[in-house]
């Protein structure tokens, strides 16, 4: 009982010294480099073509304001009776474009702002109630699941990830490091077990022990690979990993989807001022109409603020994903598909450079696996080889050891050799880190499946944003127009 007592104070004890050494941020730098050089390359891809796309409706709006005050000053000069008129007809379509651009863009800031419940009542903690909390902070766990679900759990495996571990690269370039962690090791643990021998043990005898051990640890290489391979599902749960990260740090979730989905964004606002235009004009038309019906502005103006705010936002998302699968035509120059469908192949690199940024790389694997209950499992099969590996260092005189030192004290020591290492890769985790990285090739693995998924799954990387609580900021939209036709009714009707 005291035994295992001690084993388990042990084992808390390794877990909090990992935990500390491998909080640091150690790839910061490379996530900003990569980030900067997506900028870049987002700028230079720009031309005439993106400038049509995404700035000429605002030039063309802001002429046509111009126009709209220019006419005024001038009926105004001439004391024309029509003035008053005019400026009413011409306010109707430009008040559509503000209001239907201002709807949708405050709808796409609820959906990630704010983080937290922001109000006076907060309903069970729901994120419901007297004040508002952002779609995906509040959904972040159900959303993060849906995501992941499809991101990781279906497009890659931690065994074939284990796979990619090959003996004699990881030894070929990890040779030195691995060197001086297990030199660190004998030096830290002879003269605590050979007090009296080890300090007058010849330096060329330290090094053929550190040799011999450095050769029994390759050796040991592919039989604890082999049972980590075997276990990998319950050591270490990629999936959960990813869920739990961004469930805790919803902050990440909503970058990510403000980054894969910002063309989307940018498009739905841009094409409901561009709806809201063509119906602002229709919506002034009725009203010329109409104008002498004096009841007619308090329903003509709330009803088509009520359509113009439902319509627009409804429609602006469909776009995003209607429909699925392209519907070429004109010889295929005209491709009709949802906007986000067209982006797959960019959005799948994106993606994939997010995730492993923020999740799926080896830090992050490391700061889950010493917080989850496959640490301990992972710690037992290194330490069932690396006791072995110990017996096979000395060969014949394993036997004798014990005797020598005493048996608690060879199993001990046995154990704190595991320790030993654990304690020193840290000091070392840069190269680690990097190697692993390179090893595993997630990045790469990823954009290819990604690119590959058929549209109907694709989607579901950004369409769970808008599906939680999609009729909420639809009928936002509808709301805030019912008001402002309501205030155009209550001005126009003067």
């Known amino acids: 009982m005291e035994m295992h007592s001690r084993d388990s104070a042990r084992s808390v004890r390794r877990h909090h010294r990992w935990l500390r050494h491998w909080r640091r941020p150690l790839l910061a730098d490379g996530a900003d480099a990569e980030a900067a050089a997506s900028d870049d390359e987002e700028q230079a891809s720009g031309g005439c073509c993106e400038f049509c796309k995404e700035k000429l409706f605002w030039v063309v709006f802001a002429l046509l304001c111009i126009a709209c005050a220019a006419s005024l000053i001038v009926l105004w000069v001439q004391g024309s009776e029509h003035l008053m008129v005019v400026m009413k007809l011409e306010s109707i379509p430009i008040v559509s474009v503000l209001f239907t651009w201002g709807h949708i863009w405050l709808a796409v800031q609820m959906m990630f702002?704010?983080?937290?419940?922001?109000?006076?009542?907060?309903?069970?903690?729901?994120?419901?109630?007297?004040?508002?909390?952002?779609?995906?902070?509040?959904?972040?766990?159900?959303?993060?699941?849906?995501?992941?679900?499809?991101?990781?759990?279906?497009?890659?495996?931690?065994?074939?990830?284990?796979?990619?571990?090959?003996?004699?690269?990881?030894?070929?370039?990890?040779?030195?490091?691995?060197?001086?962690?297990?030199?660190?090791?004998?030096?830290r643990l002879g003269p605590t077990y050979f007090p009296k021998v080890w300090p007058h043990i010849p330096q060329g005898v330290k090094d053929e022990i550190l040799q011999k051990v450095m050769e029994t640890q390759q050796e040991c290489f592919h039989p604890i690979m082999a049972d980590i391979r075997h276990n990998i599902t319950s050591i270490l749960n990629i999936k959960?990993?990813?869920?739990?990260?961004?469930?805790?740090?919803?902050?990440?979730?909503?970058?990510?989807?403000?980054?894969?989905?910002?063309?989307?964004?940018?498009?739905?606002q841009r094409c409901g001022a561009q709806m809201g235009f063509l119906?602002?004009?229709?919506?002034?038309?009725?009203y010329f109409i109409t104008k002498d019906i004096v009841w007619m502005p308090w329903v003509l103006l709330p009803l088509s603020g009520l359509i113009i705010g439902n319509l627009t936002n409804w429609l602006a998302i469909k776009m995003i994903f209607r429909p699925l699968h392209p519907h070429k035509s004109c010889c295929g120059l005209?491709?009709?598909?949802?906007?986000?469908?067209k982006r797959q192949k960019q959005v799948a690199k994106e993606l994939a450079s997010i995730l492993?940024?923020?999740?799926?790389?080896?830090?992050?694997?490391?700061?889950?696996?010493?917080?989850?209950?496959?640490?301990?499992?992972?710690?037992?099969?290194?330490?069932?080889?690396?006791?072995?590996?110990?017996?096979?260092?000395?060969?014949?005189?394993?036997?004798?050891?014990?005797?020598?030192?005493?048996?608690?004290?060879?199993?001990n020591l046995k154990k704190e050799v595991t320790t030993g290492l654990l304690e020193e890769l840290p000091n070392h985790s840069s190269h680690?880190?990097?190697?692993?990285?390179?090893?595993?090739?997630?990045?790469?693995?990823?954009?290819?499946?990604?690119?590959?998924?058929?549209?109907?799954?694709?989607?579901?990387?950004?369409?769970p944003a808008f599906q939680e609580d999609e009729w909420m900021l639809i009928l936002l939209g509808g709301v805030l127009g019912v008001v402002v036709g309501v205030l155009q009714a209550a001005v126009l009707g003067k």
């Open 432 to 463: 680690f880190l990097k190697f692993v990285d390179h090893a595993l090739q997630i990045e790469d693995t990823l954009a290819v499946r990604l690119t590959n998924l058929p549209p109907d799954e694709f989607e579901g990387m950004l369409h």
């Open 356 to 411: 492993t940024d923020t999740c799926m790389n080896a830090e992050s694997m490391i700061r889950y696996l010493v917080s989850s209950p496959g640490y301990d499992q992972a710690l037992d099969i290194f330490d069932k080889h690396t006791s072995a590996a110990c017996d096979g260092v000395l060969g014949y005189a394993k036997n004798l050891a014990p005797i020598a030192v005493g048996a608690d004290r060879w199993t």
């Open 279 to 286: 119906l602002g004009c229709a919506q002034m038309g009725l």
């Open 113 to 187: 702002y704010p983080v937290s419940f922001l109000g006076v009542w907060n309903y069970r903690n729901s994120g419901y109630g007297l004040g508002w909390q952002g779609v995906v902070p509040r959904k972040a766990g159900i959303m993060a699941e849906k995501s992941c679900d499809l991101m990781v759990g279906r497009l890659i495996h931690m065994e074939e990830i284990v796979d990619r571990f090959h003996m004699d690269e990881f030894f070929e370039t990890l040779g030195s490091v691995l060197i001086e962690c297990q030199r660190g090791v004998n030096e």
């Open 334 to 341: 005209v491709n009709i598909q949802g906007l986000f469908l």
């Open 240 to 268: 959960d990993m990813c869920v739990r990260r961004y469930t805790e740090e919803p902050t990440l979730l909503i970058s990510l989807f403000q980054h894969v989905g910002r063309k989307e964004f940018q498009f739905i």
